[in-house]
């Protein structure tokens, strides 16, 4: 699933247009930028195009409703948390350095 990730994103401008869009309604902070009635539109169309660009990740098209994507976005979460659920191995312990005399 990475693979196919990076590949499309490797063919989409998605990767960096919010980044862009954000540089370029510099000085607005995150809470003016994300204003829902006051979202800049050159930033609304990045975030568009990488929702879409996710989604034919996912799905393969664009999701028809939030519905669909809240249920298949919480099955992949489900998926994933539940998989391995082993607690991570310890480190080895740290050798003792030999004094060299």
């Known amino acids: 699933m990475l693979a196919l990730l990076l590949s499309h994103l490797r063919d989409s ?4 247009s919010v980044l862009l ?7 607005a902070t995150i809470a003016d930028l994300y204003d ?3 979202m800049p539109a ?4 990045a975030h568009d195009r990488n929702d879409e ?5 996912y ?3 664009r999701f028809k409703k939030d519905t669909e994507r809240f249920e298949t ?3 992949l979460y489900t998926q994933i948390t539940t998989k391995g659920t082993t607690a991570p191995a310890k480190p080895a312990p740290r050798r003792k350095k030999l004094d060299a005399a």
């Open 36 to 38: 829902p009635d006051e």
């Open 73 to 75: 976005l919480f099955s």
């Open 53 to 57: 660009t996710l989604e034919r990740i």
């Open 59 to 61: 799905l393969g098209r």
């Open 13 to 16: 401008s998605a990767d960096f």
């Open 21 to 27: 869009a954000r540089e370029a309604n510099f000085p």
């Open 42 to 45: 050159n930033l609304r169309a």
